[in-house]
């Protein structure tokens, strides 16, 4: 059964930083497409950031050069480092993963048709 169990979520400031982590288990492939996702009240899910199986990053220009996404593959952990953070950035955060890259950067028909997601984490910024 695959699992994907996110933590750092919190309350920070304006201009302040979180690391969201996001540990998989039972993912057969070894080196999946992994992304965040976000969820703002009344809103569909949108992507962050993704890392493909090379390591290859992508980010929504919103967060470009604040957050940053990172994976362990030896510890089969997805990481956001996200700095700078704004009152527009709280949402709920969501861990995906898509183990044959079928979507990578597409994030709108990842957010419909992933198959693999956290339970999410919540982040809130006050101004």
């Known amino acids: 059964q695959v699992q994907l169990v996110e933590s750092g979520g919190g309350s920070v400031q304006a201009g302040g930083s979180l690391r969201l982590s996001c540990v998989v288990f039972?993912?057969?492939?070894?080196?999946?497409?992994m992304g965040w996702f976000r969820q703002f009240p009344g809103k569909e899910r949108e992507g962050v950031a993704s890392?493909?199986?090379?390591?290859?990053?992508n980010y929504t220009d919103s967060v470009k050069g604040r957050f940053t996404i990172s994976k362990d593959n030896f510890a089969n952990t997805l990481y956001l480092q996200m700095n700078s953070l704004q009152p527009e950035d709280t949402a709920m955060y969501y861990c995906?993963?898509?183990?044959?890259?079928?979507?990578?950067?597409?994030?709108?028909?990842?957010?419909?048709?992933?198959?693999?997601w956290g339970q999410g984490t919540q982040v809130t910024v006050s101004s």
């Open positions: 039972g993912l057969m492939t070894r080196r999946p497409c």
């Open positions: 890392i493909s199986s090379g390591g290859r990053t």
């Open positions: 995906a993963a898509d183990p044959p890259c079928s979507y990578y950067s597409d994030y709108d028909r990842w957010a419909i048709l992933g198959n693999y």
